[in-house]
C-alpha cells in the first residue's frame, strides 16, 4: 500500500512537471523494469527540472581516474537504484566497517527496491596500506577512494564530503536518494527506506536530517575553525543537517557540489554542506528522529530507530540512542541512533 501511494504522486508529478518525452540528462540511465512507476522516475525525475538542467556539471568528470584511485564503477550498475549509503570510514577502521557489514549493510532491498551500500575512503599514507585496502576491495566489492587529504583537521572530512558527493554525480547518478553517514553509525534500512517510500511529493530539493538552527559561527581566531567575520558577516549559520546522517535526493547532490566551488570557508563537513545548500536555494528539512543522546538496549534500538552511533564494538547490550519515536508521529520508526556492538 505504500509503495502503491508512493508511484501514484511521483507518477502524477513527473507528468505535471516534465511531460511524457522529457529528457534525459547525460548522467541518467533510463529503466523500465521497475516495479510501479519507479524505473522512469529513477531515470527521468532529476534531469527533467529546468534548474537542475542548468547546473554545470563538466568538472565532476574531469581527471576522475587520478582523483578516485578507487572507483568501484560497477557498483551502481541496477539503473532502479533507489537508495545509495554512502559511509564515510577512515582507511584504517576495518573492524567498523566489518562491524557495518556483518550488521545493517548486508541487505540489498528495501520493499523489493534496490539499495546499495558503499564505503568511502580518503588517501592511504603507505603503498602497503593502499595494497591493503585494494585487497580488502576485491574481497567485498563495497569500497570508493577519493585522493582527499586523510587528517582529522576541517580540512580533510570537508574534502571527502565533496569528493563524495563528485564521485555519486560520475558514478552513480541513477540512486534516487543518497544517505551521507560513517562507519559510527547503525542505520536501520527498512525504516528509513519505509520513511523514503512514504513521501508524498515529488523529492526534489530533498535535504532530511537533525536540523541545527541559530548556531553561532566559531569567533575564537585561535580556533582551526575560526570564522572571521569578513568572511561570513553574519550573526549564525545557516540551518544544517547534523553530520551524523542525513539524506539528499540526487538532485540536491548535484547542486550542492556545483555550489561547493564558490564556497570557502573552514568549518566542519556538515556546515559546509549547509553552506553550499543555502547557496543553491535549498531549505533542509527537518526530522526529530535524528537526535538524541540516550542509551537504549539493542533490540528496543532495532525495533524503534533507524540509525545508531559510534560503534565503541565492547558493549553488544546497549546502543547510544539519537532519536526517540514521536507518539503523534505516523511512521512506525525513528530515523536516527548511536549504538554498540
Excluded at 19 to 45: I, N, Q, Y
Excluded at 51 to 76: F, G, Q, V, W
Excluded at 88 to 98: E, H, L, P, Y
Excluded at 261 to 282: E, H, M, S, Y
Aim: net charge positive; charged share 15%.
Amino acid at each position: 500500500m505504500v509503495i502503491h501511494t508512493f508511484c501514484l504522486s511521483y507518477s502524477s508529478a513527473l507528468r505535471a512537471s516534465c511531460g511524457p518525452t522529457s529528457g534525459v540528462s547525460s548522467f541518467s540511465t533510463s529503466s523500465s523494469s521497475m516495479p510501479c512507476c519507479l524505473g522512469r522516475t529513477l531515470s527521468r525525475s532529476t534531469s527533467c527540472s529546468p534548474r537542475l538542467r542548468k547546473l554545470d556539471l563538466s568538472s565532476a568528470r574531469e581527471n576522475i581516474s587520478h582523483d578516485y584511485p578507487m572507483t568501484n564503477p560497477n557498483a551502481c550498475r541496477n539503473s532502479n537504484l533507489f537508495l545509495l549509503a554512502l559511509v564515510f570510514s577512515s582507511t584504517a577502521n576495518v573492524t567498523q566497517r566489518d562491524a557495518v557489514r556483518k550488521t545493517w549493510a548486508n541487505q540489498t532491498l528495501i520493499q523489493g527496491f534496490p539499495v546499495r551500500i558503499l564505503f568511502f575512503l580518503g588517501s592511504t599514507d603507505t603503498f602497503v596500506a593502499q595494497k591493503a585496502l585494494a585487497i580488502e576491495s576485491d574481497r567485498h566489492g563495497d569500497m570508493a577512494q577519493g585522493h582527499a587529504v586523510a587528517d582529522s583537521s576541517l580540512r580533510g572530512p570537508t574534502e571527502m564530503t565533496v569528493s563524495a558527493l563528485r564521485w555519486v554525480i560520475a558514478f552513480c547518478p541513477v540512486a534516487r536518494f543518497v544517505l551521507l553517514t560513517k562507519d559510527s553509525v547503525f542505520v536501520n534500512l527498512p525504516a528509513i527506506g519505509g520513511y523514503l517510500l512514504g513521501l508524498h511529493r515529488h523529492p526534489e530539493d530533498f535535504y532530511l536530517g537533525r536540523v541545527i538552527q541559530r548556531e553561532s559561527p566559531d569567533r575564537d581566531p585561535k580556533s582551526p575553525g575560526y570564522l572571521p567575520p569578513a568572511l561570513y558577516p553574519d550573526k549564525y549559520l545557516p540551518e544544517y543537517c547534523d553530520g551524523m546522517a542525513y539524506v539528499l535526493s540526487q538532485d540536491v547532490v548535484r547542486k550542492v557540489y556545483v555550489a561547493s566551488a564558490a564556497v570557502r570557508a573552514p568549518v566542519r563537513p556538515d556546515v559546509f554542506v549547509g553552506l553550499c545548500a543555502q547557496k543553491a536555494g535549498v531549505t533542509p528539512k527537518h526530522s526529530s528522529r535524528f537526535s538524541g543522546e540516550k542509551h537504549i538496549p539493542i533490540k528496543q534500538f532495532l525495533h524503534h530507530h533507524i540509525t545508531a552511533a559510534n560503534h565503541s564494538l565492547k558493549n553488544p547490550h546497549t546502543v547510544p540512542s539519537t532519536g526517540i519515536l514521536s507518539k503523534n508521529s505516523s511512521l512506525t520508526s525513528s530515523i536516527f541512533c548511536t549504538a554498540a556492538f
